[in-house]
């Protein structure tokens, strides 16, 4: 996996060099040749870090999705807000941190949208299915209800539930009265049926099934 950051600060993250020495950084007059990067990886995994203090960096993720679609993009901020992060997650970034965050961390967020899967924070996480998920909405939707128990179990979509409500799989499992190996088996078994990799993916699947798209 290689590693390139797009960053306007006159001394980048030394977090970020540490947890990726291997690692290229690009500034604001470097946008063209972080692209150029990307393009000439020729499908080797590669991210894109973009971080925040560039005042238009919605639009260098769209160019860099656009231009380089194998790209995996993690989005970085100094002072991370959850509201920012839905923005990068909406625009198409597949994760959302802290530019200083300890490189143990930055290389498990590395890890994970590597593997295609979604990094956020727990409070972004929360926030994320808040805003893209509404349990009335599903109830008020015969047609969503019935998509998704075409796919899932009543057992299975329970659990999905319960996960679109924030909780852990051990709330989870007090709550239904069963374990927490048997919460992991029915989420382990609604992510192969819906196509999705982790709860994130699965809080947005189940918020097409409410608006009757499942």
Request: glycine share 8%; proline share 5%.
């Amino acid at each position: 996996m290689r590693h390139f950051l797009a960053s306007d600060a006159a001394q980048p993250s030394d977090r970020w060099w540490t947890a990726f020495p291997q690692g290229a950084c690009f500034g604001k007059t470097g946008r063209p040749a972080l692209v150029e990067a990307l393009q000439k990886a020729d499908g080797a995994p590669a991210t894109a870090w973009l971080s925040t203090e560039y005042s238009d960096w919605p639009e260098l993720l769209r160019t860099v999705l656009a231009q380089a679609p194998a790209a995996r993009v993690v989005v970085v901020s100094c002072v991370p807000d959850d509201r920012e992060g839905l923005r990068a997650i909406n625009e198409g970034a597949r994760g959302y941190c802290h530019l200083f965050a300890i490189p143990e961390m930055l290389q498990e967020v590395a890890l994970v949208v590597q593997h295609g899967g979604l990094w956020v924070g727990p409070t972004l996480v929360a926030r994320l299915a808040a805003a893209t998920w509404s349990l009335t909405a599903l109830q008020a939707s015969p047609q969503g209800q019935e998509g998704l128990l075409q796919l899932l179990s009543s057992r299975e979509l329970e659990v999905a539930q319960a996960v679109a409500r924030g909780l852990s799989n051990k709330e989870i499992a007090e709550k239904l009265f069963i374990s927490e190996r048997t919460v992991k088996a029915h989420l382990g078994a609604t992510f192969e049926k819906l196509h999705v990799r982790d709860r994130v993916q699965l809080v947005l699947r189940l918020n097409q099934g409410a608006n009757g798209h499942a």
